[in-house]
C-alpha cells in the first residue's frame, strides 16, 4: 500500500504540477518566438520542442504526445506493483525440513571410543 501511495503521489505531482509548468514554458516560449522571429530567425526552441514531442513513436509504430507518455509510464509502474503485490501474496514460505539421525551406541562402549570384548 506504501508503493502505491508514494507512485500516486509521485504522478500527481508530476501530472498536475510539473507538466504543467513545462506545457507553460513551452507556450511562453512560442510567444517569444513568434515575436522575434523577424529578427531572430534561429529562434525556435518551443516549437523544435514541441515538435519533436510530437513526433516520438513508442516502438517505432504509435504516435504519442507527452501526456499519452506520461500516463503510459506511470501505468507501467503501477502495472510492475500489481504484479509484485500478486507475487508477495501468491507466495508460500517455504518451511525448513527437520532432519533426524539415528544415533546407535554400543551397550559396550567405553569412554575413548574402546570396545570391551566379550
Do not use: C
Amino acid at each position: 500500500m506504501a508503493a502505491l501511495f508514494a507512485w500516486f503521489a509521485f504522478f500527481l505531482m508530476d501530472y498536475y504540477w510539473y507538466h504543467v509548468f513545462l506545457r507553460g514554458a513551452v507556450k511562453h516560449a512560442g510567444k517569444i518566438e513568434k515575436a522575434f522571429k523577424d529578427r531572430i530567425p534561429s529562434i525556435d526552441l518551443g516549437s523544435t520542442i514541441s515538435s519533436e514531442s510530437q513526433a516520438v513513436k513508442i516502438f517505432g509504430l504509435v504516435p504519442t504526445n507527452s501526456e499519452m507518455r506520461l500516463k503510459m509510464f506511470y501505468w507501467l509502474g503501477f502495472g510492475m506493483i500489481g504484479v509484485v503485490f500478486l507475487t508477495l501474496l501468491l507466495a508460500t514460505q517455504n518451511k525448513p525440513t527437520t532432519i533426524t539421525t539415528a544415533t546407535t551406541t554400543s551397550q559396550n562402549a567405553q569412554p575413548g571410543g574402546k570396545t570391551e570384548g566379550k
